[in-house]
T-cell receptor, first 110, second 114 residues
Framework: GEDVEQSLFLSVREGDSSVINCTYTDSSSTYLYWYKQEPGAGLQLLTY?????DMKQDQRLTVLLNKKDKHLSLRIADTQTGDSAIYFCASSSNTGKLIFGQGTTLQVKP | EADIYQTPRYLVIGTGKKITLECSQTMGHDKMYWYQQDPGMELHLIHYSYGVNSTEKGDLSSESTVSRIRTEHFPLTLESARPSHTSQYLCASSEYADPNEKLFFGSGTQLSVL
């Protein structure tokens, strides 16, 4: 079946940039998403990108999509302690459902 | 802010009990979903609904059942809870006509079966 893979853990210092990577297998994915989950909470949509785009920027967030390699990344500029959370990559499948990765835990050290 | 609510937030229950996890949304969304999430693991879709009286099983086999009698309400029921059902259960909804398929999630129910 279709799959989405992410590294499990990333640690950065406050003020540095964070880059979270994701690979997916479904070449027919129309949209790709980044969700954020804070402790004890549900997932919150951070941003998404349409598959015919290479890049999308939204304030401190930059999403890069390499459709050929099926690689998606999320860059957070000037990472803050409030950015500490689990970040989930997701792709839209041809059945209309989302497929989620395992989540990347971002730890921001002061 | 998403208006989707799950109760209870935490539930500890003994084996064999029947439980119902509640999920309600006030956004008028037609599509609703239940995901199961274990620590360090991806979300697994266990049930979804495209509208009233529509329910489908998801990608992960589950012994739970769901119902969709009203648009805003999508409860999940376990007839006889077992320790293997211990997990976090997340409810989500989206607009049927939204091509972006943006999901709005509740805060989750952490279920522990002893």
């Amino acid at each position: 079946g279709e799959d989405v893979e992410q590294s499990l853990f990333l640690s950065v210092r406050e003020g540095d940039s964070s880059v979270i990577n994701c690979t997916y297998t479904d070449s027919s994915s129309t949209y790709l998403y980044w969700y954020k989950q804070e402790p004890g909470a549900g997932l919150q949509l951070l941003t998404y990108i349409f598959s015919n785009m290479d890049m999308k920027q939204d304030q401190r967030l930059t999403v890069l999509l390499n459709k050929k390699d099926k690689h998606l990344s999320l860059r957070i500029a000037d990472t803050q302690t409030g950015d500490s959370a689990i970040y989930f990559c997701a792709s839209s499948s041809n059945t209309g459902k989302l497929i989620f990765g395992q989540g990347t835990t971002l730890q921001v050290k002061p | 802010e998403a208006d989707i609510y799950q109760t209870p937030r935490y539930l500890v229950i003994g084996t064999g009990k029947k439980i119902t996890l509640e999920c309600s949304q006030t956004m008028g969304h037609d599509k609703m979903y239940w995901y199961q999430q274990d620590p360090g693991m991806e979300l697994h879709l266990i049930h979804y609904s495209y509208g009233v009286n529509s329910t489908e099983k998801g990608d992960l086999s589950s012994e739970s059942t769901v119902s969709r009698i009203r648009t805003e309400h999508f409860p999940l029921t376990l007839e006889s809870a077992r320790p293997s059902h211990t997990s976090q259960y997340l409810c989500a909804s989206s607009e049927y006509a939204d091509p972006n398929e943006k999901l709005f999630f509740g805060s989750g129910t952490q279920l522990s079966v002893l």
